[in-house]
């Protein structure tokens, strides 16, 4: 018995974390209309829990929504559609991931 449970703590301790995806996603705004752009953020959903991780994910979750809801028209009329997009794409994923840590970092 005690080797089968050494041998089972081994494994445990040599799987790898289970990680996590989440969708950012945006409409960013273009002369033609609106575009869809998205990234794909992994993450490991039991770090999210924690304050300093939940904010190091929430740095990420900011990039990735500026970078998919940037035009390369700088036009005036774009910056509060861009700035609208950013924030939106920022709350959905922060709300798709689903931590309270991650939600109270966001506010």
């Given at each position: 018995?005690?080797?089968?449970?050494?041998?089972?703590?081994?494994?445990?301790?040599?799987?790898?974390?289970?990680?996590?995806t989440?969708?950012?996603?945006?409409?960013?705004?273009?002369?033609?209309?609106?575009?869809?752009?998205?990234?794909?953020?992994?993450y490991?959903?039991?770090a999210?829990?924690?304050?300093?991780?939940?904010?190091?994910?929430?740095?990420?979750i900011?990039?990735?929504?500026?970078?998919?809801?940037?035009?390369?028209?700088?036009?005036?009329?774009?910056t509060?559609?861009?700035?609208?997009?950013?924030?939106?794409a920022?709350?959905?994923?922060?709300r798709?991931?689903g931590?309270?840590?991650?939600s109270a970092?966001?506010?």
């Amino acid at each position: 018995m005690a080797r089968y449970s050494l041998l089972l703590a081994a494994v445990l301790l040599a799987a790898p974390a289970r990680s996590a995806t989440v969708l950012v996603y945006g409409f960013a705004p273009s002369l033609g209309g609106e575009v869809v752009e998205q990234q794909l953020l992994k993450y490991e959903p039991l770090a999210a829990g924690d304050g300093q991780a939940a904010a190091v994910l929430l740095a990420r979750i900011s990039t990735a929504a500026a970078q998919v809801c940037a035009t390369s028209h700088a036009s005036p009329l774009l910056t509060s559609k861009l700035e609208q997009c950013r924030r939106q794409a920022i709350k959905r994923a922060v709300r798709d991931v689903g931590s309270p840590a991650l939600s109270a970092a966001a506010d």
